[in-house]
């Protein structure tokens, strides 16, 4: 029973590049949330969607960043034209529709811009 | 707005002590939950427990119990006979169904054998 997936799990990239994030929710859960981990700091809320759907993108940068979540295949989080100040770690986590609200984590992809 | 504190941003224990970690919440809510979640230093995220706001039992899962006090606002977590294995950061959290969480700043405990 596989977990939450991410991948790739470290990624690297020179300022001005985009930046693509992956993520496979685990089976039968069809909530995804994305959130933001900058250095030595908590996590913070960045979007939360469902299948072809943003529900709440209220933690969002309102520039360069972008999700989705489409009918097949894995949720995407893009950053496009890095900054330095975009290097962190970035987590996904899912929950079931069921109603528990209990959200897992994936092991995250840790983002550094150079 | 909902907000989680946590207070304590260190803490240190020799190893089999007990250690109670302390999470404060506010929220104009009268349904809601509140989480705790480990980060050991490999980074990721696991989650340990979910309470909702109408459930102010205590529980217990093996060495770790949680205290929810709704007349405090306060979900803490101890952890007895602490171990090396229990060094992480622990964030406590909270949310109101299929929303959001919104964390606390973490507290990092480590263990000193």
């Known amino acids: 029973n596989a977990g939450v997936m991410q991948n790739p799990r470290h990624l690297v990239r020179r300022r001005g590049q985009e930046a693509r994030l992956r993520c496979s929710p685990m089976?039968?859960?069809?909530?995804v949330y994305w959130y933001r981990q900058l250095p030595e700091e908590g996590l913070k809320f960045m979007v939360y969607?469902?299948?072809?759907?943003?529900?709440?993108e209220s933690g969002m940068p309102k520039e360069r960043f972008s999700a989705e979540f489409p009918k097949e295949g894995p949720s995407i989080l893009r950053i496009q034209q890095v900054v330095r100040g975009d290097s962190a770690a970035y987590f996904c986590?899912?929950?079931?529709?069921?109603?528990?609200?209990?959200?897992?984590f994936g092991p995250g992809t840790r983002l550094t811009v150079t | 707005a909902q907000k989680v504190t946590q207070a304590q941003t260190e803490i240190s224990v020799v190893e089999k002590e007990d250690v109670t970690l302390d999470c404060v919440y506010e929220?104009?809510?009268?349904?809601?939950?509140l989480f705790w979640y480990k980060q050991p230093p490999s980074g990721e995220l696991v989650f340990l427990i979910r309470?909702?706001?109408?459930?102010?039992q205590n529980e217990i899962s093996g060495r770790y119990s949680w205290n929810f006090q709704k007349s405090t606002s306060s979900f803490n977590f101890t952890i007895t006979a602490s171990q090396v294995v229990d060094s992480a950061v622990y964030f406590c959290?909270?949310?109101?169904?299929?929303?959001?969480?919104?964390f606390g700043t973490g507290t990092r405990l480590t263990i000193i054998p």
């Open positions: 986590a899912s929950s079931h529709p069921s109603g528990n609200y209990e959200q897992y």
């Open positions: 089976k039968g859960h069809s909530h």
């Open positions: 969607l469902q299948k072809e759907n943003i529900i709440d």
């Open positions: 929220t104009r809510d009268t349904t809601y939950y």
């Open positions: 309470r909702n706001s109408f459930d102010e």
């Open positions: 959290a909270l949310n109101f169904g299929n929303e959001k969480l919104t």
